[in-house]
């Protein structure tokens, strides 16, 4: 079992940054790919970002390539999503996820992950 739990969500202009934190519980931490995906009002759960079990593979959806980075500290099995450049589109709860490697399923798939943390909000204001 892994447990997750997200912080450093809040309230933020436009153009502004934030920093999200994943801590997860558990000594197998670093058997797991990451993934943080983010759910909207109204609309379904999306994939942001994901990252390898050792940091050395990442993938970003195309609407926050460039502005978000993905990463991960085995050592302190707590995993990142620095946010850059933060527009009100970007507002949302944002989930992190761990899950085991499956042949055929993509990390950017809500499929692959096993665990899911509670959520912290985002909220960016025009």
């Known amino acids: 079992q892994v447990q997750l739990v997200e912080s450093g969500g809040g309230l933020v202009q436009a153009g502004g940054s934030l920093s999200l934190s994943c801590a997860a519980s558990?000594?197998?931490?670093?058997?797991?790919?990451m993934g943080w995906f983010r759910q909207a009002p109204g609309k379904e759960r999306e994939f942001v970002a994901a990252?390898?079990?050792?940091?050395?593979?990442?993938y970003y959806a195309d609407s926050v390539k460039g502005r978000f980075t993905i990463s991960r500290d085995n050592a302190k099995h707590t995993a990142y999503l620095q946010m850059n450049s933060l527009k009100p589109e970007d507002t949302a709860v944002y989930y992190c996820?761990?899950?085991?490697?499956?042949?055929?399923?993509?990390?950017?798939?809500?499929?692959?992950?096993?665990?899911w943390g509670q959520g912290t909000q985002v909220t960016v204001s025009s």
């Open positions: 990252i390898s079990w050792n940091g050395g593979n990442t």
């Open positions: 996820a761990a899950g085991a490697v499956r042949l055929g399923i993509s990390q950017t798939s809500l499929a692959f992950y096993d665990y």
């Open positions: 558990g000594r197998t931490f670093s058997r797991y790919a």
